[in-house]
C-alpha cells in the first residue's frame, strides 16, 4: 500500500486550485537532447507540460487501476491535485533494489491525471510550465 503522499501543485505552479483535475493528453520520451520524460497536461483553458529528466522508470495507468492510491491519500488527509511525491510504495521498493550503477536515491512521483495517471520514479523533481490557452468549446 503506497504512503506518504505529499501534494507538489504549489512548487509546480500548477494553476488550478480546485478539484478540476487536468487531462494527461501526452506522454513523451526521448534521447535528444538527454533522455527526458514530457506529460504533457490540459484543462479549463490551461496546457502544461511536467518535465522529469533522467527518470529511471516511469508507467502509465487508468486511474481506477490505482484505487489503493486515491484512498491511502484520502486516509493521510492529503488534497486532491496533479502532483505528488510518494514516501513509500511497491514501485519505489521494486525498482530501488534492482538499478545498478545507479548512486543516487530515487523518489516515487505521481502525476494525476482526470483519467489517465503517470507514475515516474526518478533521482530528481519535475519542473513544470503552464501557459493559458484560448478555451476550446
Known amino acids: 500500500m503506497p504512503k506518504g503522499f505529499t501534494l ?7 494553476p488550478l486550485h480546485s478539484r478540476n483535475l487536468f487531462e494527461v ?23 502544461g507540460e511536467i518535465t522529469f529528466d533522467y527518470p ?5 495507468h ?3 487501476e490505482i484505487i489503493a492510491y486515491w484512498t491511502a491519500r484520502a486516509a493521510e488527509d492529503v488534497g486532491v491535485g496533479t502532483c505528488f511525491r510518494i514516501a513509500k510504495s511497491d514501485y519505489l521498493s521494486e525498482l530501488s533494489q534492482g538499478v545498478s550503477g545507479l548512486h543516487e536515491e530515487l523518489t516515487h512521483y505521481l502525476v494525476a491525471g482526470l ?3 503517470v507514475e515516474v520514479l526518478s533521482t530528481s523533481p519535475p519542473t513544470a510550465h503552464w501557459k ?6
Do not use: N
Request: charged share 30%; proline share 2%; hydrophobic share 45%.
Open 8 to 14: 507538489l501543485d504549489s512548487a509546480l505552479g500548477v
Open 25 to 47: 493528453v501526452g506522454v513523451r520520451f526521448g534521447f535528444e537532447p538527454y533522455r527526458q520524460l514530457q506529460i504533457e497536461l490540459l484543462a479549463s483553458g490551461w496546457r
Open 56 to 60: 529511471v522508470s516511469f508507467r502509465a
Open 62 to 64: 487508468d486511474e481506477g
Open 115 to 117: 483519467d489517465l495517471c
Open 132 to 137: 493559458l490557452i484560448d478555451k476550446v468549446d
